[in-house]
């Protein structure tokens, strides 16, 4: 069967990425057409490359689970479903792992682009802070929308952090 294009909805990411890694597949993954886009390079099944419309790399594809949750995709030629047992190249592996890592620690952000990051009224009083973290949790007395996130350096290092902190309950996502 082939597999030209669809939504995540129906085959998630992770498995298009295997997919086309077992297929051996070089050529384009565009996740999501339009405006807010993501585009996966392959090379032989390999993820040689990732860039959207505000970034490169691994913050690319995190910036397009800010959007959404679910996206459109379209391979630039279709692929044939393969049963394939073959190692998966350091690349796909990668990018399989940044799924995961978003999936998991990010997982408050996503399709959170047009929210904020505020404090939670309900923030435990008993709880021990380090003099840094009351610092950062006092940065959201006023809601920071997550797009403010975006226009930074290191989109994945912020969002972590701020993780840590909604994963403390002392900052909540609305």
């Known amino acids: ?55 490169e790399g691994d913050d690319a594809l995190i910036d397009l689970f800010l959007e959404k949750g679910n996206f459109s995709f379209l391979f630039s030629e279709p692929i044939e479903k393969t049963e394939s047992e073959e190692s998966i190249p350091r690349g796909a592996k990668h990018t399989l792992e940044l799924i995961d890592f978003i999936y998991g620690e990010l997982r408050h952000f996503i399709g959170a682009a047009d929210k904020s990051v505020v404090m939670n009224d309900e923030i435990d009083t008993e709880l021990d802070l380090s003099a840094e973290e009351m610092k950062e949790v006092l940065r959201f007395a006023r809601p920071v929308p997550v797009s403010e996130f975006i226009k930074g350096e290191d989109l994945k290092e912020e969002l972590l952090r701020v993780a840590h902190l909604i994963n403390k309950n002392l900052l909540t996502v609305k």
């Open 1 to 55: 069967m082939e597999i030209r294009e669809g939504n995540t909805k129906t085959i998630p990411l992770r498995n298009l990425i295997l997919l086309a890694s077992a297929a051996h597949f070089s050529g384009r993954l565009t996740l999501n057409k339009g405006e807010h886009f993501c585009m996966l390079e392959f090379s032989n099944g390999n993820v040689v490359g990732a860039f959207g419309w505000r970034m």
